[in-house]
């Protein structure tokens, strides 16, 4: 698994934790449906820009986000 698909299955991860619709996530974290839809499916090279938006959308911060995924290969 790449870097963008370990980031997309962690969004998707906590996303369907909080119960919440990429339709709602797109709402609150101002950042296009089809756009999430396709970070979730590991096909976006997202700036960190576009990090903050979504992790702040799920109400968590970057440490914590980034604890547990393992970047070794």
Same mark, same amino acid.
């Given at each position: 698994?790449?870097?963008?698909?370990?980031f997309?299955?962690k969004?998707?991860? =906590?996303?369907?934790?909080?119960g919440?619709?990429?339709?709602?996530?797109a709402n609150i974290?101002?950042v +296009?449906?089809?756009?999430?839809? +396709?970070?979730?499916?590991?096909?976006?090279?997202?700036?960190?820009?576009?990090?903050?938006?979504?992790?702040t959308? =799920? +109400?968590?911060?970057?440490g914590?986000?980034?604890? +547990?995924?393992?970047?070794k290969?």
């Amino acid at each position: 698994m790449n870097i963008k698909e370990k980031f997309g299955s962690k969004v998707k991860e =906590l996303r369907s934790q909080k119960g919440f619709s990429i339709e709602f996530m797109a709402n609150i974290s101002n950042v +296009d449906r089809t756009y999430i839809s +396709d970070i979730e499916k590991g096909k976006r090279n997202v700036s960190i820009e576009i990090m903050e938006k979504i992790i702040t959308a =799920l +109400d968590t911060d970057f440490g914590a986000f980034f604890n +547990d995924m393992s970047f070794k290969k």
